[in-house]
C-alpha cells in the first residue's frame, strides 16, 4: 500500500479513488459489475474484514487435509478477505480485476494452493470435489440454479 513503492493506499473523497501510488490517475473502464465506464479506481479499506487473510485463519486452512474442506476454507476467508478488506474495485465480484491489487491477492492465493499441494502431492495434486453452489454468505456468486434454495 505504500505510495512510491506499491499499489498506492486508500480512497479519499465522495467516489473513494485512491490518492497516491502509481495508479491515482489510471483510467480504470472495467465496472463497475458489468458495465464499461472510464472510472478511477476505488478503495475503501476496512481492517476489520481484512481479518480474514490473518495468519491464523490461513494456517487454519492450511492444516486441513481433504480438498473439499480446505477449498471452502480458503475461499471463504482468506479470499474473501482479501477482496472485502481492501473494499471498493476489489470488493466487486465482477469488476474486481480492474485494480492491480487483484492480480497480486490472487497470485498469493495461488501460492497457498501450491503449498497444500505439496504438503502431499500424490494425494492432493489430484484432489477435487464438492459443487460449484456458492456458500450460503454469497448466494448469487456463482449463481445458483433456480432449483437450489
Excluded at 492444516?63 to 477449498?71: I, N
Excluded at 480485476?97 to 497444500?116: I, N, T, V
Excluded at 448469487?140 to 432449483?147: H, N
Aim: hydrophobic share 35%; with cysteine; glycine share 14%.
Amino acid at each position: 500500500m505504500d505510495p512510491t513503492y506499491g499499489f498506492g493506499g486508500n480512497g479519499a473523497g465522495a467516489k473513494g479513488c485512491i490518492a497516491n501510488g502509481p495508479f491515482v490517475n489510471y483510467t480504470n473502464p472495467i465496472g463497475p459489475g458489468y458495465e464499461y465506464t472510464n472510472h478511477c479506481i476505488n478503495r475503501k479499506i476496512n481492517d476489520l474484514m481484512s481479518q480474514g487473510a490473518a495468519a491464523a485463519t490461513v494456517n487454519g486452512c492450511m492444516q486441513r487435509t481433504e480438498f473439499v474442506t480446505f477449498w471452502p476454507c480458503l475461499e471463504g476467508q482468506p479470499h474473501a478477505a482479501g477482496h472485502s478488506g481492501i473494499g471498493g474495485q476489489m470488493d466487486n465480484g465482477v469488476s474486481s480485476p480492474g485494480d492491480p491489487l487483484f492480480w497480486m491477492h490472487h497470485a498469493w492465493l495461488d501460492k497457498l494452493y501450491a503449498e497444500w499441494q505439496a504438503k502431499d502431492k500424490t494425494k492432493r495434486l489430484t484432489a477435487m470435489g464438492g459443487t460449484n453452489i456458492g456458500p450460503d454468505y454469497a448466494p448469487a456468486f456463482p449463481p445458483r440454479p433456480a432449483s437450489i434454495p
